[in-house]
């Protein structure tokens, strides 16, 4: 009598900060888009067997955005929205992959929880595997971009300021986009 077992190799990636980007989108006034992006990322995903067996953590400090204005960078870190003195970080923590790829191109769904100040969302990010290789220095690279969109006032962020000519002045529908490269541990 043989028996057949089949290894399941784990592997655990370190977001490289410096080639990964969390860039946001949203609506001033409802006729202008208005970008920005956090520039401190950090998180790992740990890779075991097919891409449905991955989790992914990251961590985004709040006070890290920046849309190249500065009072309103500090509206933005303020009680009216992300109020990072109390919040100092937002999340995702991944529940499940839907799709696999295996080629530059591929697209997948990661779902997961997604918290801002405070308030836990689940969110879909629709993702594409842009490739795998060596650096110069001999270190493994993996990379993915993803996208979502969410509605702010799901996660509290519900300050606004209506308009003499009607609307708002800051929209509900942010656009999130990420370009993440993944540095393998050893």
């Known amino acids: 009598m043989s028996a057949t077992t089949t290894a399941v ?3 655990t990636w370190k977001i490289d900060p410096t080639h990964t980007s969390v860039d946001f989108s949203v609506k001033h006034m409802m006729i202008t888009t208005v970008k920005g992006r956090f520039s401190e990322v950090e998180g ?4 075991a067997g097919e891409a449905g067996e991955w989790s ?25 929205f992300l109020d990072v003195e109390t919040y100092p970080e937002l999340t995702f923590k991944s529940t499940r992959v839907e799709g696999a790829f295996a080629e530059v191109g591929d697209r997948f769904k990661l779902h997961g929880d997604l918290t801002i100040r405070g308030t836990s969302r689940p969110v879909v990010l629709d993702a ?46 942010v656009t999130i986009n990420l370009d ?4 393998k541990q050893a």
């Open 180 to 183: 993440v490269q993944l540095v």
């Open 56 to 80: 992914v953590d990251v961590r985004i400090a709040a006070a890290s955005i920046d849309t190249r204005t500065g009072q309103r960078d500090d509206h933005l870190r303020s009680a009216d």
């Open 9 to 11: 190799f784990t592997e």
């Open 44 to 47: 790992m995903v740990t890779t």
């Open 128 to 173: 594409t595997y842009e490739g795998r290789g060596r650096d110069p220095w001999g270190g493994e690279r993996l990379s993915f971009n993803a996208a979502t969109r969410i509605d702010r006032r799901e996660f509290g962020l519900v300050w606004n300021q209506g308009l003499e000519t009607g609307g708002v002045l800051v929209g509900t529908d």
